[in-house]
């Protein structure tokens, strides 16, 4: 079974950029649709993007396109989410996600990492002001 273990938080002003990745353990990463989903203090969960197994098909939560995007390295087992043009609203918690029975378009309709059959422990990302 796929686990999953996220890096690449930190604190960044706003404007700036962060790349998070999320490496995967196991010999079946390719067959999983991956997702980012993140929680700001205080709020609900909310998905932020997904992609397909062969990375051609891709999903963004509206506040996040042309900003963020994210890739993924079957190879390397990792699954990428640059993250541009931060904003102070972008901080929060962020995790990934594994599911090897939903399309993307279906993780996006999901609420949360945990909606997933697998998912990391997440990574903090602060924006300041």
């Known amino acids: 079974q796929v686990q999953l273990v996220e890096s690449g938080g930190g604190l960044v002003q706003a404007g700036g950029s962060l790349r998070l990745s999320c490496a995967a353990s196991?010999?079946?990463?390719?067959?999983?649709?991956m997702g980012w989903f993140r929680q700001a203090p205080g709020k609900e969960h909310e998905f932020v993007a997904a992609i397909s197994t062969s990375g051609t098909r891709v999903y963004y939560e509206d506040s996040v396109k042309g900003r963020f995007a994210i890739s993924r390295d079957n190879a390397k087992n990792t699954v990428y989410l640059q993250m541009n043009s931060l904003k102070p609203e972008d901080t929060a918690v962020y995790c990934c996600?594994?599911?090897?029975?939903?399309?993307?378009?279906?993780?996006?309709?999901?609420?949360?990492?945990?909606?997933?059959?697998?998912w990391g422990q997440g990574t903090l990302v602060t924006v300041s002001s």
């Open positions: 996600s594994a599911d090897p029975n939903l399309s993307p378009g279906e993780v996006a309709r999901r609420g949360s990492c945990r909606d997933l059959e697998i």
């Open positions: 196991g010999r079946t990463f390719s067959m999983y649709t």
